[in-house]
């Protein structure tokens, strides 16, 4: 039997303990919505037709930020059509073909220390590696491997969780109708972890819209009108370095306050997008 007072001061842990947690939830939510609100009232009202669809004339003073949005756009591009098959593949290979737990743990440790690197060295060894190494000079194409490599351990880990979600026993009865180990993975095991490669996916694209430390050293400051493909081979400023340099070089907040509306915007529908098409897949696999 619980003696009276023991009961009393439980009771007034749990409630302090509510207390510290609704708390916390507050303050959190405080935060999170005091920054969405304070962007959005600061940067919505600068934000104009000529300003998305225009590129910035020095002569004139006009501010445009369409190549930074084209910039955005083939950056995101060409970074998923690199790090999504590799990714993809290499949580293949660590859930289904790897021989040994070893391999597989060490491979894993690998991944968790990429993703804990702070960006700036990743630029500093994007600009040193692709820049210089290799001769691709600074350029969007630089940017885009030094973001593939950031975002590799993001859509492998999040792959190989959904690999492993697959039951055994769809893999096991795939096995017993003769099918192959490849054919099994194309057309069983896939397909029942779609949610988790897209999710991976989407979050990529949110990271690679905010990165701007690797950026800078990796993809420049320009604000030119080109196509993808001329693009890629020039430099050229994100719309999250756009914001850096009309801030910090030309102290243009406001401009920069519209950027980082289109950013929060952006970021919020990509976080709800990964969230929707997950639950979808998730209840389309139940069916």
């Known amino acids: 039997m619980i003696a009276p007072h023991v009961s009393a001061k439980r009771k007034m842990y749990g409630a302090l303990m509510r ?5 916390s939830v507050t303050v ?3 935060v999170v919505l005091f920054m969405i609100v304070y962007v959005m009232v600061k ?12 590129k910035p004339s020095y002569l004139s003073g006009r501010i445009g930020i369409l190549p930074d949005i084209l910039n955005t756009v083939y ?6 059509l690199i790090v999504v098959p590799l990714g993809v593949g290499a949580a293949i290979y660590l859930t289904e073909y790897a021989p040994g737990k070893k391999i597989v743990r060490l491979i894993e440790n690998a991944a968790e220390t990429l993703s ?3 960006s700036v060295i990743y630029g500093l060894v994007g600009m040193l590696v692709f820049c210089e190494f290799l001769g691709f000079k600074t350029s969007l194409l630089a940017g885009a491997l030094t973001l593939v490599i950031m975002n590799l351990p993001t859509v492998m880990r999040t792959t190989q969780e959904s690999l ?5 026993s769809l893999r096991e009865g795939a096995f017993g109708l003769g099918a192959g180990k490849w054919r099994v993975i ?22 690679i819209l905010g990165e701007s430390a690797a950026l800078l050293f990796t993809a420049g400051f320009a604000h030119a009108l080109n196509n993808i493909i001329d693009g890629l081979a020039s430099p050229g400023a994100t719309l999250t370095v756009a914001l850096y340099f009309y801030a910090k070089e030309n102290g243009e907040f406001g401009v920069a306050f519209a950027i980082a509306a289109i950013l929060m915007v952006l970021t919020v529908l990509i976080n709800l ?3 929707f098409i997950g639950k979808y897949f998730r209840k389309r696999r139940s069916i």
């Open 75 to 80: 950056i995101v591009i060409a970074t998923l």
């Open 19 to 23: 207390v510290l947690m609704w708390l």
């Open 116 to 118: 804990g690197i702070p």
């Open 164 to 168: 492993k979600t697959v039951p055994e």
């Open 28 to 30: 959190c939510a405080a």
């Open 186 to 207: 194309r057309t069983v095991v896939l397909p029942g972890c779609v949610d988790g490669v897209i999710t991976g996916c989407i979050l990529s694209i949110g990271r």
């Open 43 to 54: 940067g919505i009202p600068n934000i104009t037709w000529e300003l998305l669809s225009t």
């Open 273 to 275: 997008s990964a969230t």
